[in-house]
């Protein structure tokens, strides 16, 4: 094996913009580095190319441009969302609706405004697939009910939410409706008036494109408060000189993401198929996290009973694969991930689990040494394991 070989399959985790997206940036930093607030012409070049950048990222989603607001990213779209729709709809109510698997930039964010300004969360459950059910979440609407937040795909075992049905039940109700959409934008189909979506968090270096940039769609007529106070920037919604060689960047990631929509998902879809299945047939005892067809086109993820993903993530490392565990233990935390807890996971095996996400530049053959590989990792580890023993000598393996 050479030593130099390097597959990565963490997409999930971030993406590498393409050469494409850095070439358009570039002259934004030297002669294109006006203020797009200024009335001259480097200002005006600065301010077209925001426009332009503004309806690449509406046309990718069908929204009209002037409902996209750009971001730091998506963690600031979903701070902005939750927080700007709380603070303004105080009077009406204080109780919102979430997942108990959403991002951190949700849950975190919710836990502030619990804790700091009295607001009280439902957080549903999900399935063992992954999804949240329609009906508890009809039942956990109240007269108090100002918001539902619940995420499009998501961002560990890759599984689809019912979103168009969720959008429905909010109208109904007369609630607003966000999605954290970071992980669907380019991936799964996404036009946000079909779908009834009133705000929805994007981010930039997901999609190829580069990383602290980001956007929110709030629908024509909805109204949140800022998050970011300032200058007049976004139509006097998001102040700060707007970052216009990032957002340069992310349009032309959007661009590319819609033109390139069918080809991508088919490959990853192909891929990602490819993966799943040759790893349940090579290694006993794995499950496969997340609904089967109704997930991310680039998404897999495994749970290996009887060892740790620390180990696995190691060994991988070794071989030059670059996945992620399903164990928080790289982030200074015994607990296994809260998503996979929620779908039902014990402890022991979701710390035995593995994500793998592939995107547009992963090839026929990094799935091949992936699936030649990884069986004798997980056997490697299997044989050191004080589990497996135990296993083996009750005979629940044979
Ligand atoms: C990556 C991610 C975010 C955060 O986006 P940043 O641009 O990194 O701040 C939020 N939500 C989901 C589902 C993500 O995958």
Not at 94 to 119: C, D
Not at 137 to 163: C, H, Q, S
Not at 263 to 268: F, G, N, Q, R, S
Not at 358 to 372: K, N
Request: net charge negative.
């Amino acid at each position: 094996m050479e030593k130099s070989k390097r597959i990565y399959m963490d997409y999930s985790a971030t993406t590498p913009a393409k050469q494409e997206v850095v070439d358009e940036m570039l002259p934004y930093f030297t002669e294109g580095f006006g203020n797009a607030s200024s009335i001259y012409s480097y200002g005006k070049e600065a301010k077209q190319a925001l426009d332009q950048a503004r309806e690449r990222v509406a046309a990718l989603i069908g929204a009209d441009p002037q409902e996209v607001y750009f971001t730091a990213g998506g963690s600031e779209s979903d701070n902005w969302a939750l927080e700007g729709a709380a603070f303004k709809n105080r009077k009406k109510g204080n109780h919102i609706i979430t997942s108990k698997i959403e991002h951190h930039a949700i849950l975190h964010t919710l836990e502030y405004l619990e804790k700091t300004h009295g607001f009280e969360v439902t957080y549903l459950d999900v399935d063992q697939d992954g999804k949240i059910s329609l009906e508890d979440l009809e039942n956990a609407i109240k007269d108090e009910t100002i918001l539902i937040t619940i995420m499009f795909v998501n961002n560990e075992i890759g599984t689809i939410e019912p979103i168009k049905e969720i959008a429905e039940i909010a109208k109904k109700h007369k609630i607003l409706f966000h999605t954290d959409a970071v992980q669907a934008l380019g991936n799964v189909e996404i036009n946000v008036k079909d779908l009834g979506i009133d705000m929805m968090s994007m981010s930039s270096h997901k999609i190829y494109g580069p990383k602290g940039v980001g956007a929110l769609y709030i629908r024509k007529g909805v109204m949140i408060d800022n998050l970011i106070h300032g200058g007049a920037q976004e139509r006097k919604k998001r102040a700060g000189t707007e970052n216009i060689p990032g957002i340069v960047g992310f349009g032309k990631a959007a661009e590319l993401a819609r033109v390139n929509f069918k080809e991508h998902v088919e490959k990853l879809t192909r891929l990602r198929d490819k993966l799943i299945d040759g790893i349940e047939k090579a290694i006993p005892y794995t499950k496969i996290n997340g609904h089967r067809t109704d997930r991310h086109p680039g998404n897999a993820n495994f749970a290996f009973k009887y060892i740790e993903g620390e180990g696995m993530l190691l060994l991988l490392d070794h071989l030059g694969i670059s996945g992620s565990s399903g164990s928080a233990c790289t982030s200074g935390s015994l607990d296994p991930s809260h998503v996979l807890l929620a779908i039902g996971l014990e402890h022991e095996i979701a710390h035995g689990s593995l994500r793998l996400t592939i995107g547009d530049f992963t090839t026929e053959e990094d799935v091949d040494y992936v699936i030649e590989n990884l069986p004798k990792i997980v056997q490697r580890l299997r044989d050191m394991s004080p589990l497996y023993e135990s296993a083996k000598a009750s005979g629940e393996v044979k």
